[in-house]
């Protein structure tokens, strides 16, 4: 085929078009940090707004092979011309390279913020891998390094089969028995927690099953970037409003609660009543007296605030029961006002669970008002959020702010950041569950942690970052002051959120 189209439109994302005669295909490359996948569909869309032609050196190329990479995660498309293109689907630090003919390193890289890639040997890709029983024996049965780039459904197979209690020829049987399914073409989509994985291993689970290759990359590709996609931002809005019902039943619960205690006690203009029935029989300064209560037909002990005469603390009685009364008021109306919040929530949450596809989600986020009810409640935290390849950054917004961020919304995974030695603004990169920080999403942090701190005009800045659970407040310590048990530093140049 001859490539005709090369260009992107979406965010790492990269489709190549091809065509031959009246055959079409177009290799598509979703080259998230948080997603990562491949797909080859026979027809795409081109948006006639914001997209961006690349890699113009390969239009009108014909292919002259598809060649994989010796043990690695990668393949490449070679052209008539001798030039190819380079697919790395290193997870986190995926990219596509461009070789011109003979060239040792890459042209033009897809992400040029993996700059380590530029270095990149065509031919240092491949990986000489011994499979024997003697490799494995000198290895002592390790896995990890005996199949440097075994994955964790392979491992957990292993795992499962008691690998790790087996001696070494139980585990070179278990490898072999491994090796043979993984070198069968039959290939399965499985969904653990809310992922979906490919996998060469027979499972009983799978979704979908089938012993095409391609069959299978299209597939996954809709799972995670459509289906997956679907089901993380409903789910997102699902738990915004499932907390919403669990603060406004909380708040019920407690107001309530309230309400019941202001009724059924005694109100202060009945104590006040007895005291302004009795000022002949109460002393001037005194702070205790007996005095007969015509409310409860009963002798009582009542105190009379010191510094005050029994009038004027009757006075004061009767400002409080006053304002007791206001209070039950305002407080019935807010249960009323809530009652109907919780109501409207469960409505909602009904809606949104049976909600199929993101045209149907997308409607029902802008009717619902949830996007202005959530950026009301972002108006509100102590941070700026940002988004970098797939993760969140959290910037402090003042030095209470720091302290508010640090003790409310990290967690002991995130890797906090602060520009060194200076006053500055606290910086949360948040973790995700299965993710390393990729090299660049840190620095990206960096720059910001330099950016919003006495850094900023500096042309390069040092800044601190460590896991957070290392990161620790000091009773009585100043606002945003912390101690830092363990630090690794990174030099950045400060940029904003807009550079």
Not at 447 to 467: C, D, G
């Amino acid at each position: 085929m001859e490539v005709v189209t090369c260009f992107s439109q979406n965010k790492d994302e990269l489709v190549i078009g091809c065509s031959h005669i009246d055959e079409q295909c177009y290799i598509r490359a979703n080259l998230l940090p948080v997603i990562s996948c491949i797909a080859f569909p026979t027809d795409f869309k081109r948006s006639k707004k914001n997209t961006v032609a690349l890699f113009p050196e390969i239009i009108g190329q014909k292919i002259f092979s598809i060649q994989t990479f010796l043990n690695e995660r990668a393949f490449r498309v070679n052209f008539s011309s001798g030039d190819c293109l380079v697919f790395k689907l290193h997870g986190t630090r995926s990219n596509v390279l461009f070789f011109p003919r003979d060239a040792v390193t890459p042209a033009i890289l897809f992400r040029n913020e993996l700059k380590d890639d530029r270095k990149l040997a065509i031919g240092e890709i491949d990986r000489a891998l011994s499979t024997d029983f003697e490799e494995f024996s000198r290895l002592e049965g390790n896995a990890s390094k005996f199949l440097p780039t075994l994955g964790k459904i392979p491992r957990e197979w292993l795992k499962d089969k008691g690998y790790l209690e087996a001696d070494l020829h139980q585990r070179w049987e278990l490898m072999k028995e491994l090796m043979d399914m993984l070198q069968s073409p039959h290939y399965y989509i499985i969904k653990s927690s809310h992922d979906y994985f490919l996998s060469l291993l027979p499972t009983q689970q799978a979704i979908f099953e089938s012993n095409d290759p391609i069959a299978a990359c299209n597939e996954i590709f809709r799972y995670k970037v459509v289906i997956q996609a679907f089901e993380k931002e409903k789910n997102f809005w699902i738990k915004n409003l499932e907390d919403q019902k669990k603060r406004t039943q909380a708040y019920l619960q407690k107001t309530k609660g309230r309400l019941l205690a202001l009724k059924t006690e005694s109100p202060p203009s009945q104590i006040a009543d007895v005291i302004m029935a009795n000022l002949h029989a109460i002393p001037a300064g005194t702070e205790q007296t007996v005095l007969f209560n015509f409310y409860t037909q009963k002798e009582e002990r009542f105190e009379i605030k010191r510094g005050l005469s029994p009038q004027k603390f009757a006075e004061n009685l009767y400002r409080k029961s006053k304002n007791r009364k206001r209070e039950i008021d305002q407080l019935e109306e807010n249960v009323e006002d809530k009652e109907k919040l919780l109501t409207e929530t469960e409505g909602l949450l009904i809606d949104l669970v049976n909600i199929q596809n993101f045209r149907q989600l997308k409607e029902f986020v802008k009717t619902s008002q949830l996007a202005h009810r959530q950026k009301e409640k972002e108006e509100q935290v102590p941070f700026k959020k940002f988004e970098v390849e797939g993760f969140d950054i959290l910037v402090g917004k003042s030095a209470k702010a720091n302290d508010e961020m640090l003790r409310r919304f990290a967690w002991k995974e995130d890797l906090w950041l602060h520009a060194k030695d200076v006053s500055g603004s606290h910086v949360l990169l948040k973790f995700r569950s299965g993710n390393n920080f990729p090299k660049t999403v840190i620095e990206r942090a960096a720059e910001l942690a330099a950016y919003y701190s006495k850094h900023k005009n500096e042309r390069l800045a040092p800044v601190i970052y460590t896991p957070s659970k290392f990161v620790r407040k000091i009773k009585g310590s100043a606002p945003g002051s912390v101690m830092v048990d363990k630090e690794s530093v990174i030099m950045v140049s400060p940029k904003g959120p807009d550079q």
